[in-house]
């Protein structure tokens, strides 16, 4: 069993938005999203794969398909395969979200 400290994978860089792998098998992938200032990521999507966002930590304003949500810390939703996602910070303060798929992405 391989455990993962989540505070080990948060960091900020001024010049983009940071990603970093969390945890990927066959089955399920998971990233860490730093974002700090104006910074987004996306869009993005996966034909396959499901994919749940959730917020970490601050406040981001998330685009899936055509609908549009600001999300604080705690905050949830579900991209269904095929929709674009998109994220962006939504706040003065950094915000942290995690990403999952399943299936991983092709």
């Known amino acids: 069993m391989k455990t ?54 601050g406040e981001v304003a998330a685009q899936i398909g055509k609908g549009r949500a600001r999300m604080r810390q705690w905050g949830s939703v579900v991209v269904p395969a095929g929709e674009d996602l998109t994220i962006r910070n939504a706040s003065a303060d950094p915000s942290v979200v995690l990403l999952v798929l399943a299936p991983p992405p092709a």
């Open 4 to 57: 993962r400290n989540v505070t080990d994978l948060i960091y900020f860089d001024d010049d983009a938005a940071r990603t970093e792998v969390l945890h990927e098998t066959s089955q399920l992938f998971s990233q860490i999203l730093c974002l700090q200032e104006a910074q987004g990521i996306g869009p993005m999507s996966d034909p396959a794969a499901d994919g749940l966002v959730v917020v970490l930590a």
